[in-house]
């Protein structure tokens, strides 16, 4: 069965979103809030997450930091309760999605297409590698943009970029701040395009082939950055 987390602190709201995906046949969880959000995803198996615009907008700095970590992991819908019109209004960043049936679409075309995954929590550091980034696998330097990483873990980081990336699913990047910068093949999770939303435009990437010693020498960084 399709599993849905919902993300929202106003009991009310959750549950006209809860009514909605269950009627589309996902299984949901609730989360007030991110700690919440943490508990419940620990060793459960997720498709994606509808996340209230209201529970995001209100959130500390490093909840939000948390939330833009796990929308890189999973497909993660932005919503809001229409009271007037009773109905739910949605967006998911750097996707296309049904106005008129954002919950409907978002479940069809970005859930259900995929296995659902567990959350494997490795902690961010905020840590500005700089890079080369490059859509081939080729990799000409000529081509290839001059970006930096906005944050990083073991398992990926998030590159400032202004390039577009909507049809691309991976890309190859040189670390220019280690040893070997031999590129390190990328899987993109997440895009957000740069004048369409109010947040730091780039790509958010899960490693997918990294040398062990190339990995070793960045994870060094990170008692530094404690």
């Not at 081939?136 to 970029?161: H, K, P």
């Not at 040893?179 to 990328?186: A, F, I, L, M, R």
Request: with cysteine.
């Amino acid at each position: 069965m399709l599993k849905l987390l919902i993300i929202c602190n106003q009991p009310e709201t959750a549950a006209q979103y809860r009514l909605a995906a269950e009627k589309l046949g996902a299984d949901c969880k609730v989360a007030e809030d991110v700690r919440e959000m943490k508990q419940t995803m620990r060793g459960r198996p997720f498709h994606g997450l509808i996340l209230d615009v209201l529970t995001a907008v209100r959130a500390s700095l490093n909840d939000k930091i948390t939330l833009q970590e796990v929308s890189e992991i999973y497909p993660t819908l932005r919503v809001r309760w229409d009271t007037e019109a009773g109905r739910i209004r949605g967006i998911f960043i750097g996707r296309r999605i049904d106005k008129q049936n954002p919950l409907g679409d978002f479940i069809d075309t970005y859930c259900r297409t995929r296995p659902a995954r567990i959350c494997r929590e490795n902690p961010r550091y905020r840590i500005h590698f700089n890079v080369l980034l490059s859509k081939e696998q080729t990799f000409c330097e000529t081509t290839a943009e001059r970006a930096v990483s906005l944050d990083i873990s073991r398992g990926g980081c998030f590159f400032i970029s202004t390039r577009d990336w909507q049809d691309t699913g991976a890309a190859w990047v040189r670390f220019l701040d280690i040893s070997d910068p031999t590129p390190v093949k990328v899987t993109i999770r997440r895009r957000c395009h740069w004048g369409k939303t109010l947040q730091m435009p780039g790509i958010g990437v899960e490693f997918c082939e990294i040398g062990a010693k190339q990995l070793e020498e960045i994870c060094q960084h990170f008692d530094k950055n404690r």
